[in-house]
């Protein structure tokens, strides 16, 4: 929903960056926004292992102590940080190159959590975001455990490679 609410113009033929593309959601992200149009994408992530098996990227950067893009990379318009706090966006916007007087605006940093998303939001992108995933491939495997389980299950070994799915009355 980020990507067809939030970015102004989308990001159809543009370069989208995501930070923590190894996660779950960074996963996921690279599919949709090749599937809305994105003409580049690059995955950012500290294991370059577990970066390569990452379905759906155009270039990959292996994070190191210092967050900060190779020159190589160019411009990026859109960056998705699924690390957090933000500390990954900002060292790059930090380090980003301009030219003396060179304004690197317009530059807009938004959330993107459940409540940044109005109830027209969800009722104009619901229908869409579900009709997508019914015919996305999963880039991760899931592992399911019973709701009365929980704890046992977040402390399993299958929690560091797998998506955990609590079911309820299991």
């Not at 959601?25 to 690279?30: P, V």
């Not at 994105?38 to 292996?62: H, K, W, Y």
């Amino acid at each position: 929903m980020t990507l067809r609410c939030r970015v102004i113009g989308g990001c159809q033929g543009r370069t989208v960056l995501i930070i923590g593309a190894t996660t779950a959601s960074g996963r996921c992200a690279a599919i949709v926004a090749c599937s809305l149009g994105a003409t580049r994408i690059i995955g950012m992530s500290r294991n370059e292992e577990t970066l390569a098996a990452v379905e759906g990227l155009d270039d990959r950067v292996v994070l190191r102590e210092h967050f900060a893009l190779p020159p190589s990379v160019g411009p990026v318009h859109i960056i998705l940080d699924y690390i957090g706090n933000g500390p990954a966006a900002s060292g790059i916007l930090q380090t980003a190159q301009s030219a003396y007087g060179e304004n690197l605006q317009p530059l807009c940093i938004l959330g993107t959590g459940i409540g940044c998303f109005t109830v027209e939001d969800w009722r104009k992108e619901l229908p869409e975001i579900m009709k997508m995933i019914s015919h996305m491939h999963i880039p991760f495997t899931i592992f399911t455990a019973p709701l009365s389980q929980v704890a046992s299950a977040w402390e399993s070994e299958d929690t560091l490679t797998k998506r955990l799915v609590l079911m309820p009355g299991a």
